[in-house]
């Protein structure tokens, strides 16, 4: 069942070219008011929102219109509609993150990323669905129910930043806050048809964002295009004193080398995948097609030997397991009730976990990185990996069978992107084709600690030559 997309205002634009018009004669007020007014009529197909500020997004942009006629000078983001995963707090306003835990939580603070995101002109037009407390790749939540991919509702729209994915890829805003703490971004993105970066850790600040594991956590961005999200995350880019994990030492512009064509210097490692790899042969066909698409676009190919992420994978999800449950550790003794049971039983297992068991995945994590540089990214500038495993599974395949059985289906899902967080790299997903179910599905390149620039620019050029990321629903 495909949702109907005709209304969305943002089917055609991607958010650059739309903040271009809007420095012209183009009002912020009319298209905040267009794309309100279609999230508005996507209801109930589409519950990738869980909260409008129709109000106040209106008289952002009317300010705007009113600041421009003045003779202000426009942000790089001025009148563009964004929303935002609902974990991203803003002093006042309701942030439930995806949970009965925090129903009704008003925070008195607000991120750091949505103040730079509003300096810089962008409109805020609410909160999106999101997996309670970001803990699941599908889109999972016992709570809101799951998400719905904007190309067929019996779908899943991936996890933990399901809504993101879901409004962007369905058009009703032009990009969207997330987290990626095990692929929470990546997957959505490509599940959706979108593109996603995760940066490395502790590259953005994540002050004012409700933690799930402090050692894993990233602010992301989901938006149509590799130069939207340059343009977004060069905005939020810079030091926080607010946030003293934020390793950031100076504002950074990720968009402007992105024109810069590619040429045989630009090498792009691609793994020798063996018959026994976890991925599907059609999602198996995509990423070579990606890389015959970056060799035609001009770049050097170069075969590697296949890393293994099930151990990487496995030393994050301890990661993951004691820092949430050190979190939650006091709702879980006092409410555990108001968790939904496949969230309490994950957080719970974090309680089990040794300290020494712990402290030893941080204690190799950085020989982990060091080796893995070392071996599957020496000479290249990225190495490209599918994101997701196999097709957009339909919900009711992730839901069928017992706990243990749906928890199993997760970590599946989730193989090409958990073990990334535990190196702490960079990564950006791509939207690369379309499998046999008639959904999309994408790609990841994965690079050097702080080059997310380098992975931009090969996102752009690979856009360049290729129009997945702009094909549409109902389109």
């Given at each position: 069942?495909?949702?109907?997309?005709?209304?969305?205002?943002?089917?055609?634009?991607?958010?650059?070219?739309l903040?271009?018009?809007?420095?012209?004669?183009?009002?912020?007020?009319?298209?905040?008011?267009a794309?309100?007014?279609?999230?508005?009529?996507?209801a109930?197909g589409?519950?990738?929102f869980?909260?409008?500020?129709t109000?106040?997004?209106?008289?952002?942009?009317?300010?705007?219109?009113?600041?421009?006629?003045?003779?202000?000078?426009?942000?790089?983001?001025?009148?563009?509609?964004?929303?935002?995963?609902?974990?991203?707090f803003?002093?006042?306003?309701?942030?439930?993150c995806?949970?009965?835990?925090?129903?009704?939580?008003?925070?008195?603070?607000t991120?750091?990323?949505?103040?730079?995101l509003?300096?810089?002109?962008?409109?805020?037009?609410?909160?999106l669905?999101?997996?309670?407390?970001a803990?699941?790749?599908?889109?999972?939540?016992?709570?809101?129910g799951?998400?719905k991919?904007?190309?067929?509702?019996?779908?899943?729209?991936?996890?933990?930043?399901?809504?993101?994915?879901?409004?962007?890829?369905?058009?009703?805003?032009?990009?969207?806050?997330?987290s990626?703490?095990?692929?929470?971004?990546?997957?959505?993105a490509?599940?959706?048809?979108?593109?996603g970066?995760?940066?490395?850790?502790?590259a953005?600040?994540?002050?004012?964002v409700?933690?799930?594991?402090?050692?894993?956590?990233?602010?992301?961005?989901?938006?149509?295009?590799?130069r939207?999200?340059a343009?977004?995350?060069?905005?939020?880019?810079?030091?926080?004193a607010r946030?003293?994990?934020?390793l950031?030492?100076?504002?950074?512009?990720?968009?402007s080398?992105?024109?810069?064509?590619?040429?045989?210097g630009?090498v792009?490692?691609?793994?020798?995948?063996?018959?026994d790899?976890?991925?599907?042969?059609?999602?198996?066909?995509?990423?070579?097609?990606?890389?015959?698409?970056?060799a035609?676009?001009g770049?050097?190919?170069?075969?590697?030997?296949l890393?293994?992420?099930?151990?990487?994978?496995?030393?994050g999800?301890?990661?993951?397991?004691?820092?949430?449950?050190?979190i939650?550790?006091?709702?879980?003794?006092?409410?555990?009730d108001?968790?939904?049971s496949?969230?309490?039983?994950?957080?719970?297992?974090?309680?089990l976990?040794?300290?020494t068991?712990?402290?030893?995945?941080?204690?190799?994590?950085?020989?982990?990185?060091?080796?893995?540089?070392s071996?599957y990214?020496?000479?290249?500038?990225a190495?490209?990996?599918p994101?997701?495993?196999?097709?957009?599974p339909?919900?009711?395949?992730?839901?069928?069978?017992?706990?243990g059985?749906?928890?199993?289906?997760?970590?599946?899902?989730?193989?090409?992107?958990?073990?990334?967080?535990?190196?702490?790299?960079?990564?950006?997903?791509?939207p690369?084709?379309?499998?046999?179910?008639?959904l999309?599905?994408?790609?990841?390149?994965?690079?050097?600690?702080?080059?997310?620039?380098?992975?931009l620019?090969l996102?752009?050029?690979f856009?360049?030559h290729?129009?997945?990321?702009?094909?549409?629903?109902?389109?």
């Amino acid at each position: 069942m495909a949702i109907d997309m005709k209304a969305s205002p943002a089917r055609g634009a991607s958010l650059c070219e739309l903040a271009e018009s809007l420095q012209g004669d183009l009002s912020a007020q009319a298209v905040v008011g267009a794309c309100l007014e279609a999230i508005e009529a996507s209801a109930p197909g589409f519950n990738g929102f869980v909260r409008t500020r129709t109000e106040k997004a209106l008289d952002q942009a009317r300010s705007l219109d009113r600041r421009k006629s003045g003779g202000a000078r426009c942000g790089p983001l001025h009148g563009v509609p964004l929303a935002h995963k609902d974990m991203f707090f803003q002093a006042g306003e309701l942030s439930e993150c995806g949970s009965r835990i925090l129903r009704g939580f008003r925070p008195d603070h607000t991120a750091t990323v949505l103040r730079r995101l509003e300096d810089a002109g962008a409109v805020n037009l609410g909160a999106l669905h999101m997996a309670e407390f970001a803990m699941s790749p599908t889109g999972f939540n016992a709570h809101l129910g799951h998400g719905k991919n904007p190309w067929s509702a019996d779908h899943v729209s991936g996890g933990s930043s399901s809504g993101s994915g879901a409004a962007v890829g369905g058009r009703f805003v032009f990009g969207a806050l997330g987290s990626d703490t095990g692929g929470s971004v990546r997957l959505p993105a490509a599940v959706c048809g979108v593109t996603g970066i995760k940066p490395t850790q502790h590259a953005v600040s994540t002050y004012g964002v409700m933690p799930l594991s402090p050692s894993l956590d990233c602010v992301g961005f989901l938006a149509q295009t590799a130069r939207d999200c340059a343009r977004l995350l060069s905005v939020v880019s810079g030091p926080d004193a607010r946030d003293p994990a934020c390793l950031a030492s100076r504002p950074r512009d990720y968009e402007s080398g992105v024109d810069r064509p590619l040429f045989a210097g630009d090498v792009i490692l691609v793994p020798k995948f063996p018959s026994d790899a976890p991925l599907s042969d059609e999602v198996r066909a995509l990423v070579e097609q990606a890389a015959e698409d970056f060799a035609k676009a001009g770049a050097e190919i170069r075969r590697v030997a296949l890393p293994d992420f099930a151990e990487a994978g496995a030393l994050g999800t301890l990661v993951l397991g004691v820092e949430a449950a050190s979190i939650h550790g006091e709702w879980l003794s006092k409410r555990p009730d108001d968790y939904g049971s496949q969230v309490r039983r994950r957080i719970q297992r974090g309680l089990l976990y040794p300290a020494t068991r712990y402290v030893d995945a941080l204690r190799l994590r950085a020989q982990y990185q060091a080796r893995f540089l070392s071996d599957y990214l020496e000479g290249g500038q990225a190495l490209l990996l599918p994101t997701l495993p196999c097709a957009v599974p339909t919900i009711q395949e992730t839901i069928t069978g017992s706990e243990g059985d749906i928890e199993a289906r997760f970590g599946n899902f989730s193989y090409w992107t958990r073990g990334i967080n535990y190196l702490g790299l960079p990564a950006l997903a791509l939207p690369a084709g379309f499998t046999s179910n008639g959904l999309p599905n994408g790609i990841q390149l994965v690079g050097r600690p702080f080059d997310e620039a380098a992975l931009l620019r090969l996102g752009h050029q690979f856009q360049q030559h290729t129009r997945w990321h702009s094909r549409r629903p109902g389109a």
